[in-house]
């Protein structure tokens, strides 16, 4: 399964993403072998390109409790049991039991195949690579981004950016690469946009989330999560520039989606300041960081359910996506360009209830948006979401198409931007 509307109705059964026919299947020689597969997507005519996948056992809606029993040592209470199909998802990706060790040299693995095989799918060497910015919610390391860098055979001298805002992170990187008023590194006295304008960068999520739910015991959590990666491969200003957005913080006080920070923070908050730290952690690498509700009993996540996520996310992000669309309205009238459409809008699939309600919300309001649902084959894949959805819609567009970006995470932190793709022109200022 591609694509279907945002409204309608998911089946109940599908073909793994490893049966798809493009994807290259492998194992990585760790514990007893785990599985990987990736599929790169090419789009000549706007230069942009990329790839994406999943590793370890693709574990069905049929047998995911026994799954889930088994990890857990326990039944899953009947109150617990979730109907997954009318979520949006039918498989999710899952490793075996690892040690830490086993853990840091799977993931530095996926990592640098996915760097190799996006810039491959751009026609670029990873030596021509002038940045790497990659979003992820539990780091396995704290200098993740630098080794898996390192492993694909990036230069030493290109720009690392580490993006830590939950399912929000990958929106976040892009959203830093290609807009200069995002202020998130602005202590530092960096514009990333300005620093990146014209150069190649490898943006996107990988989410090892399958190690990260080894640390704990919700319930709700191991039915929705699961492994994915998403990486693109762009020239901000070039392939694809900024038109309008904004970045939002609003705290999740309650902690509806709680999620243990495995990065460095301060645990510090400043009423009246930004709840996201940027740190300098090298000579060419960045850390960005954004505080979380974290679980009172230590665990790696904590969730109210689906609909504490609906809840948590359908208000802030109808907002979010609505400014954000005025926003284009007004920027098209001043191009003199009113009736631009939005060709779509790649949105997280946190699940398909919340992308759903946010859909007739909007519509209430007179927004009518394309949100399709591309994300059937993985669960809820964090900071790899959008950009997996991103590179699946990525042939059917065109050049000089408007896209509009939804980004949202734990937290929370909302990224909602509108991009051209592939003009040649500049848009004027």
């Not at 049991?81 to 853990?103: A, C």
């Not at 530092?188 to 150069?199: D, H, S």
């Not at 920027?331 to 699939?349: G, V």
Request: with cysteine.
């Amino acid at each position: 399964m591609n694509e279907i509307d945002v409204m309608d109705e998911v089946p109940e059964e599908g073909i793994s993403f490893y049966e798809r026919p493009n994807v290259e299947r492998d194992e990585i020689d760790v514990g007893k072998k785990v599985s990987i597969g990736i599929e790169r997507i090419s789009q000549p005519e706007l230069g942009i390109g990329g790839a994406y996948g999943a590793w370890g056992d693709s574990v069905n809606n049929r047998d995911l409790l026994a799954y889930v029993e088994k990890r857990l040592g326990q039944a899953v209470p009947d109150n617990e049991k979730l109907t997954l199909s009318p979520l949006g998802f039918l498989h999710r990706h899952h490793i075996p039991e690892l040690n830490d060790s086993e853990h840091l040299d799977l993931e530095v693995q996926v990592g640098a195949r996915f760097l190799r095989e996006a810039a491959r799918a751009c026609g670029w060497q990873p030596e021509e690579v002038d940045a790497v910015m990659i979003g992820l919610s539990g780091p396995v390391t704290n200098d993740f981004t630098e080794q898996i860098a390192h492993e694909a055979g990036i230069r030493e001298d290109a720009l690392k950016v580490t993006v830590h805002k939950a399912c929000d992170s990958s929106m976040s990187s892009l959203h830093m690469a290609l807009n200069p008023e995002v202020e998130d590194t602005s202590k530092l006295g960096i514009n990333l946009a300005g620093e990146l304008l014209g150069r190649k960068v490898l943006v996107g999520g990988i989410e090892g989330l399958s190690r990260f739910l080894s640390q704990a015991r919700d319930t709700n959590a191991w039915q929705l999560f699961g492994n994915g990666a998403g990486v693109i491969g762009v020239i901000p200003g070039k392939t694809m520039k900024f038109l309008v957005g904004k970045a939002r913080e609003a705290f999740d006080e309650k902690g509806l989606l709680a999620v243990r920070m495995l990065y460095p923070y301060s645990h510090q908050m400043v009423e009246g300041q930004s709840l996201v730290e940027a740190t300098q952690t090298g000579a060419h690498s960045i850390r960005v960081a954004g505080m979380m509700h974290e679980p009172e009993n230590g665990e790696a996540v904590d969730m109210a359910g689906p609909m504490g996520m609906v809840k948590l996310f359908v208000r802030n992000g109808v907002q979010a996506v609505s400014e954000a669309y005025q926003a284009y309205r007004k920027r098209m009238e001043e191009l003199e360009l009113p009736e631009a459409p939005i060709i779509t809008t790649i949105a997280h699939h946190a699940n398909l209830k919340i992308n759903r309600l946010k859909a007739i919300q909007l519509e209430k309001e007179g927004i009518h948006l394309s949100m399709p649902w591309l994300l059937s084959e993985f669960g809820n894949v964090s900071a790899a979401s959008n950009m997996i959805a991103f590179l699946r819609k990525l042939p059917s567009l065109s050049l000089g198409d408007h896209i509009l970006f939804d980004g949202f995470g734990a937290g929370t932190y909302y990224d909602v931007f509108a991009v051209e793709l592939g003009s040649q022109a500049p848009i004027t200022t």
